[in-house]
């Protein structure tokens, strides 16, 4: 991690979720979902751990795992609005200058890529950092589920600024194709005037709200990391990630 900075770990989650209605909540192996990501961000042990929920629901069983979760407004149009919002009330003095925002359906998450998500960071031009593995499952290619991130990067190159993000398969030609994790990590007076920009036009389109991002010429650097598994947003996806959630244990 990067010597200067200091930085919190927020988890945002909401139990009103179009394909897995109260996903936070759902069972894998006799605890809810939202807590084994909580636990992959406290392993990461790169700061506090918060969970940001939108339902006093989430609150309580993180609270009864052991974990510090803040009650937020239910009705954030990101997680980022949401993440800004938790931060505010858990550190109104300023003292994290870095904010983690790990998405709360990802209990698969490795601790390595929760902290490679620091590393751009280290330059003073990226002004958000985020997380990408290659694409090998042919299914995912042309899944709208799976988000794919179009940065070009060279041979042996492990990071580079991210140009777009889409739900189609982008870019066209030969070459791999990158899956996005739901992990950034901003500066946080970065996350600041993030949160205050409009809406995008692309981030509307694509229901993306990294587009907002770069559609206001900030710049997002993405890291490579080794294969991890999607997030959980069907009950396929549900019970892939319990198989493999019983190899890590």
Known sequence: M???LNPVVVIPARLQAANLPGKP???IHGDPLIVHVWRRAVAAAIGPVVVACAEREIQDAVIRAGGNAILTRPDHRSSSDRVFEAVEKFDPEGHFDTVVNLHGD???ITPAAIRAALLPLDDPAVDVSTVITEITDDG?????GIVKAVVGLAEGQRSGRAIYFSRAAVPAGEGPLFHHIGLYAFRRATLERFVALETGVLEQREGLEQLRAIENGMRLEAVLVANLAPGVDTPADLERLRKILVRLH
């Open 2 to 4: 990067p010597a200067i």
């Open 25 to 27: 909540l759902l069972d």
């Open 106 to 108: 990802l209990p698969a």
């Open 140 to 144: 995912f290619r042309h899944s709208p």
